[in-house]
């Protein structure tokens, strides 16, 4: 068995599945207390760097009652400090630092000094993570003591790490440097590539932060060229994240960065990265004006969200499941049983917000902020539904609007807008099925309908007209009484509209036009599309 544990203790990292198979193979045939705690304790540990935690816990859970049963304080410290990261990468952040500390003390009354580091700077991790960021210093400066007592230098890059990125949150740029190189120091001793990476794209990070961009781009090269070598690949998708912000004259354009680091993280099923993956590509294609692509993107990123939200749900289900399993002691289960009944009920409100949250979304997603009507992303939308057939387009204008905004205000004007929409709005419920009302900017809607009707375009002009005339909206410009009026161009087309929007959108912008020429307060309507 020492054998074993010996080159296990070299290999963990890199070949946890090989440990765990090793394990279980010996597992089955041992009988040995103190045997099979150790080999628990290996195979929980091998999960927890596949990130399995289900089966980390589990394991955990079966090498502290055997410790326990043995009265081994330093097992029982491993154990425990095992159980706590799962509790803590799965949010139950209040659980994790309880058995952190019951490990920290186990390891205190045996003078187990690597373990009381690991549990000292958990417990650190902790408070950071839950913004205490005092408490969160002094357990990081007792486990880097401890590291330094027991001559850990890798250990001691950690804690160095760990300290940097705690200054880093705190703003304190020059702190979290001096931190940064002195792990990259040690690192440079060790033989981890993943670790020097890691801390290289900390170092990058922190000079995006200061603007000193050459600076930021030399780290972040290191830091590539060390994961290229086969380093850790949620490493290597944070790194081209940050060089994406960069970009300059490195040889990846920006979506190409995106698109590398997008395919890494589905690899990965790392969602907390493919959010912002998937929020920069719709920010990117929106300023570009590639709507289509931008909503996509957006509904990846929204999708995400929900899967982030279902998945760290159910993971704590299973955790509590394992936790009430192991649990021999009865107000302990009737407390864990509470627990797994707060969070069903916790998933289902979830559930019910994130039905409320699409509706949100649809609404911001696809509809004009002040109109209410829909916007250019949810014209799109529409188009890319159109089924072949025949469909009217109307785009319309406020007549001399600029002269309702500098005689009444721009409050005023808003208004207008949003009585103007709601008239258009109005008019298409009452007349189609399908059609919509789009501001297309400024004071400039467009209406698209399937055309069934052929009485449908006059039926439409007219009511229009007569919506508009009803609101009887009247101001006073340049010393004149003035009533708002409408102009509007329109055709009515078979044309695959979806792929020709703009050629369409161009005719009755011209037919528009001709309106307004010829005296405004009129609507132009052909049947055929100009040439």
């Known amino acids: 068995m020492e054998e074993y544990v010996k080159q296990w203790q070299q290999d963990i990292t890199k070949h946890p599945e090989r440990i765990i198979n090793e394990a279980l193979q010996l597992l089955e045939s041992c009988e040995r207390v103190d045997q099979r705690a150790t080999l628990h304790f290996w195979i929980a540990l091998g999960n927890r760097y596949l990130t399995v935690m289900d089966k980390c816990l589990d394991h955990a859970y079966k090498s502290e009652r055997h410790f326990r049963t043995l009265h081994d304080d330093e097992g029982i410290a491993k154990a425990l400090n095992l159980i706590g990261v799962v509790y803590f990468y799965n949010g139950f952040y209040e659980k994790a630092v309880r058995y952190f500390y019951q490990a920290k003390t186990s390891a205190d009354q045996v003078n187990a000094i690597q373990v009381a580091c690991r549990a000292n700077n958990n417990i650190g991790e902790v408070y950071r993570e839950t913004g205490e960021f005092e408490l969160s210093e002094k357990h990081y400066k007792e486990a880097l003591e401890l590291a330094i007592q027991s001559d850990e230098l890798y250990f001691q890059a950690i804690i160095y790490e760990n300290l940097g990125q705690l200054a880093f949150q705190s703003e304190l740029l020059d702190v979290a440097f001096s931190y940064y190189q002195q792990s990259k120091e040690l690192l440079l001793q060790q033989t981890d590539i993943s670790a020097l990476a890691d801390i290289e794209n900390k170092l990058g990070a922190l000079y995006i932060r200061k603007r ?202 808003d208004h207008v807008l949003q009585q103007v929409a709601s008239a258009l709005e109005t008019v298409v419920v009452q007349l189609t099925n399908d059609g919509i009302v789009t501001r297309m900017g400024g004071e400039e809607f467009l209406i698209v309908a399937s055309c069934g009707d052929e009485q449908l375009p006059n039926k439409l002009i007219v009511s229009i007209q007569q919506e508009i005339k009803r609101l009887g909206i009247t101001y006073e410009y340049n010393g004149k009484q003035q009533v708002l009026t409408i102009s509007g161009g329109g055709i009515e087309t078979t044309e695959q509209v979806k792929t020709h929007f703009e050629t369409t959108y161009a005719t009755i912008d011209r037919i528009l036009y001709e309106a307004k020429q010829k005296g405004r307060n009129q609507i132009y309507f052909y049947s055929e599309e100009l040439t």
């Open 212 to 413: 000193d961009f050459t600076q930021a781009e030399n780290h972040l090269r290191m830091a590539y060229s060390y994961i290229q070598s086969g380093g850790n690949r949620l490493y290597k998708t944070e790194i081209l994240l940050y060089l994406a912000e960069l970009v300059q004259d490195f040889s990846f354009s920006y979506t190409e960065l995106l698109i590398e680091a997008k395919e890494l993280a589905l690899s990965l099923d790392a969602f907390h990265l493919l959010r912002k993956i998937y929020e920069k590509l719709s920010s990117f294609h929106e300023k570009n004006e590639d709507f289509e692509s931008a909503l996509a993107y957006y509904k990846l990123f929204h999708q995400t969200e929900q899967a982030i939200e279902s998945t760290s749900v159910r993971n704590k289900l299973e955790l509590l499941r394992i936790e009430v399993k192991h649990s021999t002691d009865l107000s302990q289960m009737a407390t864990l049983n509470e627990q797994l009944t707060y969070e069903i009920d916790h998933q289902r409100q979830i559930a019910e917000q994130l039905k409320q949250s699409n509706s949100q979304l649809k609404e911001t997603t696809y509809k004009d902020e002040l109109t209410k009507v829909y916007n250019r992303r949810g014209l799109i939308q529409y188009l890319a539904t159109m089924r072949p057939g025949s469909y009217v387009f109307l785009l319309l204008d406020i007549d001399y609007f600029k002269h309702y905004n500098d005689s009444q205000g721009h409050v005023a004007g």
